[in-house]
Structures are given as C-alpha cells and as structure tokens.
C-alpha cells in the first residue's frame, strides 16, 4: 500500500511540522516501505519565488488595476484592494532570484557584508 503524507496548511514557515516526520518513522518501522512525505507548502513557496511567477502576478496586478481603475462604480472592498495594488511596488523578479539563492546559500547567508550591500 502506498502512503503520501503531506503537510497541513501553512502557519509559520520558519518552524517545521514534526508530527509526520514522526509518523513516517513509525510507519517505517512497521513496514510501510511505501510511505513517504511531501511538504507542499515549501513546494508553493518555491513555486511563489520562480521569476515566472512572479512576473505572471506583476502582470495581474496590472490587470487588475486596469479593470478596476477603468469602471466608475467599485464597491469599497474593491476600493481598499484597489488602493493596495496601487501601493506595492513591485520586486523585479531577478533581485528576489539573487535573494533567494543567497538564503539558500549558507555562506552566503552568513556573510554580514551582502546584507549590508542590501541595505
């Protein structure tokens, strides 16, 4: 029998969720050989990150204030939204690449002076 477990929903990316860990080790020590785990909360956060991604959701933001901004009627809550998407400054997809790589990098995370070139 082949068994996926996944992650619940994400609530803080910074700590990992142990109970599957712990069940996928008691599932293979009682023979489940097939068991395995998939965390897709890091896979969507991945996903979230890609230059592609993020230049699709730059592309629909646009669109979206296009929409909204074209129409003389929108209801408060898109009024509010309106407002937020016109605040964001949108990240140039190659810079949150660079940032990536460098969390991803240990010494390059633990290298003081590419966080104060940052700054």
């Known amino acids: 029998m082949k068994i996926t477990l996944l992650y619940p929903p ?5 700590t990992p969720y142990h109970a599957n860990a712990y069940l996928l080790g008691t599932l293979h020590g ?3 050989a097939d068991a395995t785990m998939r965390d897709i ?3 969507f956060i991945n996903y979230c990150l890609e230059e592609d991604t993020v230049t699709r959701f730059h592309r629909e933001r646009d669109r979206r204030l296009a929409d909204m901004g074209s129409r003389a009627d929108i209801c408060l809550a898109e009024q509010l ?3 937020e998407l016109w605040r964001y400054d949108p990240i140039c997809p190659e810079d949150l690449t660079r940032a990536v790589r460098a969390l991803r990098s240990r010494d390059d995370f633990l290298d003081y002076q590419l966080y104060k070139l940052g700054s």
């Open 41 to 43: 909360n890091i896979e």
């Open 10 to 14: 994400l609530d803080d990316p910074t």
């Open 30 to 32: 009682n023979g489940f």
């Open 81 to 83: 939204e309106y407002l």
